[in-house]
């Protein structure tokens, strides 16, 4: 699983994990599974209208179109995911974070012809393996990636930040916040950044000030992640 950093447009820095290459493949097999079985249910259901001959290529046709169209529609209307990524915990999205759009859906359902249907995959893991950021060619031309939604844990991932031995804290007001709330500042905060949501950093900024009356010219990521840090530092010291 290798990790990325896409800049938006807040500038804020936010570091992402690309879909390991065996869940991108396992997602794959249970769509094709899915596919398949589609096929199947089709073929039975004609065979059991006793469709005549004449008329079956076209009913076939119109009944195939949400099979062939199948990675494009659930992508597009899922979130950028399949019901296999939806399993795997992966999910299609743009490199600066965003949610793709109609035509960057589009375009890697089209050239996953190139991808994958005409070279069984090859072109694709082969790309994905050397490009990095988790990109076949699909994803180059659409500008897009799969990212992995497991979350690992950490220790920045609990209450306390993991500070350097000779950390000053600049802040002895934010005392006066409880554990419960600070893990609340705390989760929004790493939510809001991993997100590059950066209303949400602004709205925790003013309302930390304004309970600690605290004054500071700092940018408010910098300034909500020390208060954190401060807090963690406190804590550590009871």
Do not use: C
């Amino acid at each position: 699983m290798e990790q990325f950093q896409i800049e938006t447009a807040q500038n804020i820095s936010i570091a992402q994990n690309t879909a390991h290459l065996g869940d991108r493949i396992l997602a794959y097999i249970i769509d094709t599974l899915i596919i398949v079985i589609y096929y199947v249910l089709m073929f039975w259901l004609l065979l059991a209208l006793d469709v005549e001959p004449g008329d079956s290529w076209a009913i076939y046709l119109l009944m195939s179109l949400p099979a062939f169209l199948y990675y494009f529609l659930m992508e597009t209307f899922m979130d950028g995911k399949t019901i296999g990524k939806h399993f795997m915990g992966i999910r299609v999205v743009k490199l600066d974070g965003t949610k793709p759009g109609f035509s960057s859906y589009f375009i890697r359902w089209i050239l996953r012809m190139l991808d994958i249907t005409l070279t069984s995959g090859g072109i694709a893991v082969f790309t994905i393996l050397i490009r990095g950021k988790g990109q076949r060619v699909g994803d180059i031309a659409a500008g897009t990636t799969v990212i992995s939604e497991k979350r690992r844990v950490f220790l920045r991932d609990t209450l306390l930040r993991d500070l350097p031995s000779n950390y000053t804290p600049k802040f002895p007001q934010v005392t006066v916040f409880k554990d419960n709330e600070m893990q609340t500042i705390k989760n929004l905060y790493d939510n809001a950044r991993r997100n590059g949501n950066h209303k949400v950093i602004l709205s925790l900024n003013n309302r930390i000030k304004k309970v600690t009356d605290i004054t500071s010219d700092l940018q408010p990521m910098e300034f909500v992640d020390i208060v954190i840090k401060d807090y963690s530092y406190y804590t550590q010291q009871l």
